[in-house]
């Protein structure tokens, strides 16, 4: 516990356009975010103790660009495509608390916020009872260190870029029930999110909806 932590103070700006589409729309963002006193979560090996703790950087600033699109019936009656590219350039604009004789992380990547990010979901649905699913993710490595030392990612700590495809049936029985079988991870990506993610992973559920 750090009782000297400065809350943040945030600036953010966007610029978006949207056009309609027939049974759908489409939108581009221009975004900034500026922050000062960021709360930066860390992690350090003290002996063989992992420790985390907060701290504050003096100045971050995000800015970036997002597409997102939207569209029923697209190709064929009862499809729905949902998707969305956003890129994001963050950066450490100052860190006084950082003292380092061999590195800096001033101009380095803020933690945690990958370069790249996208998803895709597209739902097809034949009729009022069935409801057939595929969806996709994708996010860019990222850093969890101010300084980005952290550059071994497919270890304990490490963070990995991933792409991860799901898929899911839906079956609405009647007005309350309704049952659903699904696969997370399809292809058994292997990858750490600072710990190993669940890689192929089956479900099946049973809803009752009031």
Sequence with gaps: PNPDLKPERVLSSELAIERALDKGKVRVSLFQEDVSNALISQTATLGTVVSSYTQNIDKTRQRGVELVLQKDDALIRGLEINGSLTYVD????????????????????????????????GTYRPDDKWAYTL???????????????????????GFDSYVIVDARVRYKIDR??????????????????????????LFAELKYDF
């Design 90 to 121: 963050a950066r450490i604009r100052g860190n006084s608390s950082f003292v380092s004789t061999t590195s800096t992380s001033v101009g380095k990547r803020t933690p945690y916020v990958p370069e790249w990010r996208a998803t895709l979901v």
């Design 135 to 157: 969806a996709g993710r994708y996010s860019g490595r990222l850093y969890a260190t101010v300084d980005n030392s952290d550059v071994n990612t497919h270890t304990y700590q």
């Design 176 to 201: 309350h029930w309704s049952t659903a079988v699904g696969i997370d991870n399809i292809t058994n990506k292997d990858y750490f999110l600072f710990h190993p993610f669940p890689q192929r992973t």
